[in-house]
């Protein structure tokens, strides 16, 4: 077949139509894919952020519970007069309505002023810083179950926090006779101190 310089004519513009149109499906295809790349980028992103914004709000919704629990421990704390200032009188008031009960045949005690304390070891106290009041009770008793007693009724009955160090007891030595009159039969002595927390972020 032979081909004249009309056909070469003609067949130039074809195969440059041709050209043209594989270029140009060349520059679609190419950006096709360049803007799929770019749309699953922007859809990652997109996603990344919402699953940020999710945890933010997970986060947010736990902080939330955390103080509502917190606040509810510390109104408790608060109504108990674990945390707040000095609360002597009240300790004092609760020892005499203790009294009148007659748990024990009769006690005596002795609260000291409030201090810094210093437990060992030593533990993190956050915003609170930890005072201590130390308190001495002496008691006469009839027998060993009333100085349990009494300290159920301490707990139970006296809001605050009393820390029991210890006990010594010993038994009444007198003449024959003379003890039974007292009704005494046994003197303790116990040490201990009521604990308060006093919160530093408080107003005075």
């Given at each position: 077949m032979k081909f004249s310089n009309s056909d070469f004519h003609l067949m130039r513009w074809s195969l440059s139509a041709a050209c043209a149109s594989i270029l140009?499906?060349?520059?679609?295809?190419?950006?096709?894919?360049?803007?799929?790349?770019?749309?699953?980028?922007?859809?990652?992103?997109a996603q990344s952020q919402m699953n940020d914004a999710r945890n933010r709000l997970t986060m947010a919704r736990q902080d939330q519970e955390d103080l509502s629990v917190f606040s509810?421990?510390?109104?408790?704390?608060?109504?108990?007069?674990?945390?707040?200032?000095?609360?002597?009188?009240?300790?004092?008031?609760g020892l005499e309505k203790l009294r009148n009960q007659n748990l024990v045949i009769d006690f005596r005690y002795n609260i000291a002023p409030q201090k810094i304390y210093a437990p060992q070891p030593a533990i993190d106290g956050g915003n609170f810083d930890i005072h201590y009041s130390e308190t001495k009770l002496q008691f006469d008793l009839l027998h060993e179950g009333q100085l349990l007693n009494f300290f159920d009724a301490l707990r139970s009955q006296i809001k605050g926090w009393y820390q029991l160090e210890g006990c010594t007891m010993q038994r009444v030595a007198t003449d024959e006779g003379s003890a039974t009159a007292a009704g005494a039969h046994i003197k303790a002595e116990c040490n201990g101190g009521w604990i308060t927390l006093k919160n530093r972020n408080a107003q005075p």
């Open positions: 140009l499906s060349g520059v679609i295809l190419y950006s096709s894919s360049e803007y799929a790349d770019f749309t699953q980028k922007d859809r990652r992103a509810q421990k510390y109104d408790t704390l608060e109504t108990n007069k674990i945390i707040g200032d000095d609360h002597r009188l009240d300790w004092m008031e």
